[in-house]
């Protein structure tokens, strides 16, 4: 059975930071595409950042800087870590996973084929 179990959202102020994980079952991170996307409310989902079993790694232009996707690829564990966090990064933010690629894996949330329930991280002052 496959897994994906997000933790760490939390409400914090602009500024602060957040370390998101994804425990990560019944597939290996060194063998998919995993990736992070978010939602905020009435907006579509947004592919934050991916990784692949090669950590090759891809940010999307509004996080870059900020955010930073690492896979422990032992433990089988997906991570985010977030800096400088802005009202706009609200949102739930799930953990998901996809087939293996060579190249760097796609940040397109139709791309993921097994997600978790999602965290809520909370932006406010």
């Known amino acids: 059975q496959i897994q994906l179990v997000e933790s760490g959202g939390a409400s914090v102020q602009p500024g602060g930071s957040l370390r998101l994980s994804c425990e990560v079952s019944?597939?290996?991170?060194?063998?998919?595409?995993m990736g992070w996307v978010r939602q905020a409310p009435g907006k579509e989902r947004e592919g934050v950042a991916s990784?692949?079993?090669?950590?090759?790694?891809t940010v999307a232009d509004t996080v870059l800087g900020r955010f930073a996707i690492s896979s422990d690829h032992v433990k089988n564990f997906l991570y985010l870590e977030m800096n400088n966090l802005k009202p706009e990064d609200s949102g739930v933010y799930y953990c998901a996973s996809g087939l293996f690629q060579w190249a760097a894996c796609p940040l397109t949330p139709t791309y993921y084929k097994y997600w978790g329930q999602g965290t809520q991280v909370t932006v406010s002052s």
């Open positions: 990784i692949n079993g090669l950590d090759k790694i």
């Open positions: 019944g597939i290996t991170t060194a063998n998919s595409c």
